[in-house]
Antibody
């Protein structure tokens, strides 16, 4: 059974750095066909893709947010970590991690992150 | 960057057919996926590789993709299908996942 679960702070202050962890089970992060993406969704708004990490450790980032994002993985811990620097209230959103092969077949439950002083 | 455009809303009467479109430059050359999202829930894959249905998705959901437009069709729409629907494609040029802006389907 494939599962993904996001964890991290529910509240961050403006200018702080957000660190989110996605813990996966039911598949290996070294699986050559599968990678993990981070996606966010502000309340009432659309999905926005943030970053992706491939099984070979190659990374890809949203062009608009690339300067602020870092994605990494620890295969032995089955974890994918996303950091986003210089958080702003507009970054308030539910953050999802998801398994991506040729499409997203599994999503985490999401974690709501609020940016406020 | 690559963009996908969806109508903000679509309305349909119960039992009728709903068509939700997704437009992008030469989208037909890419694989399109569709996700259903109900309030407070994570998205669920309903169509992948243009027209394939994952296990557990009702047959009333179907998809097509040609030219610049992908279409999600829901035949015999039911009240339970009321949700937001997002299309998605992979932009190989930038190695990016791209989502459409979403369409709110209302069944009334």
């Amino acid at each position: 059974q494939v599962t993904l679960k996001e964890s991290g702070p529910v509240l961050v202050k403006p200018t702080e750095t957000l660190t989110l962890t996605c813990t996966v089970s039911g598949f290996s992060l070294s699986n050559t066909r599968m990678g993990v993406s981070w996606i966010r969704q502000p309340p009432g708004k659309a999905l926005e893709w943030l970053a992706h990490i491939f099984s070979n450790d190659e990374k890809s980032y949203s062009t608009s947010l690339k300067p602020r994002l870092t994605i990494s993985k620890d295969t032995s811990k089955s974890q994918v970590v996303l950091t986003m620097t210089n958080m702003d209230p507009v970054d308030t959103a539910t953050y999802y991690c998801a398994r991506y092969g040729d499409y997203i077949d599994y999503w985490g439950q999401g974690t709501l992150v609020t940016v406020s002083s | 960057s690559y963009e996908l455009t969806q109508p903000p809303s679509v309305s349909v009467s119960p039992g009728q057919t709903a068509n939700i479109t997704c437009s992008g430059d030469k989208l037909g050359d890419k694989d399109a996926s569709w996700y259903q999202q109900k309030p407070g829930q994570s998205p669920v894959l309903v169509i992948y590789q243009d027209r394939k249905r994952p296990s557990g998705i009702p047959e009333r959901f179907s998809g097509s993709n040609s030219g610049n437009t992908a279409t999600l069709t829901i035949s015999g729409t039911q009240a339970m299908d009321e949700a937001d629907y997002f299309c998605q494609a992979w932009d190989s040029r930038t190695a990016s996942v791209v989502f459409g802006g979403g369409t709110k389907l209302t069944v009334l």
